[in-house]
């Protein structure tokens, strides 16, 4: 089935969604409204219960407010409170295309606004600006496939942290050989846990034909195996949403950042280590493989260092151009 990717409508409203356990906040931005220009104050916004019936009355709401015009909806990233009520969102009102945007972002667009108090009612007022000013993705539920695998990946790279414990703790000398004989063996059992892992994500993956497809063209991509393949396609979903190579890289969490001021702080470009920790690792590994053979990016990655930029951020340029490739490959359906 073709994924639907929403476009952002010249005309377009929206409801910034600040969520809790029990109830939501939204509050309605209309199109042209800016802050600071706009008054916070003159923002409609109403409480309701975090529950499908809730829900249904925050529509009538909104379609009081809206009176027909396009609204889509932003909500911060709370677990499984904000992904419950986008998709209850998404079963009533597809349209809507709720956005769940990384905290890391909504937190620092709110504190530039400077605002004095934190309420519940203000934050959904905030991401209601944060979304008609940012335009985040709209949000993929995951299917009964994607979850496993998501669970699967996550779970990998839980026995693999451990699996590196143990092996730095056996480097450590023991009086005792039974504690040695112990580790040992709980590392060979780590290893047939890993493998088993392994294995069930390929059946998985195999089982299921837009994975393989889409795993299959990401690993054409030189340094990008199956598992790194498979851990972006579990943890970012469908790349094919982002409208913008930029908005990927940003959603990531590996978008350069910059330290300058004046004439005096020239900080040399370094990596935003803000996003998924597991897409950054992987996305590193690959990066690693790639810059070590002869290839366009290892070129890149030389001309880079050439032009007197930081290994660090000249690795960083290399994860970010992989990433953007995937998505680029994935879009055309051709092998890289």
Known sequence: MKRQQHTSSPCIHWVGVDVAKKTFDAALVFHGQKWPATDLETVPVHTFARTATGVGEFLDWLDAQAQGSEV????EATGNYSTELAVWMMQRRPCLAPAIAPPHQTAAFIKSMGLRNKTDKIEARALGFYGMERQPVAYQPLSK???????????????????TAYKNRTQEPFSEPLVLQMEKKRMAQLAKDIKRVEKEMRQLVDGHEELKRDIELMSSIYGVSFIISTIIRAELGDLRRFQKARQLSAYAGISPSYRRSGTSI????HMNKQ???????ALFLAAMTVIRGDNELSAEYARLLGNKHSKMSALGAIMRKVLVLMRAILISGTPY
């Open 275 to 281: 996003g998924n920790p597991h897409v950054r690792q």
């Open 72 to 75: 889509r909806a932003v909500m």
């Open 145 to 163: 496939e994607e979850a496993s695998l998501r669970d699967l990946v996550r779970y990998r790279r839980f026995l693999v942290e451990e699996q």
């Open 266 to 269: 020239h900080g040399r470009p």
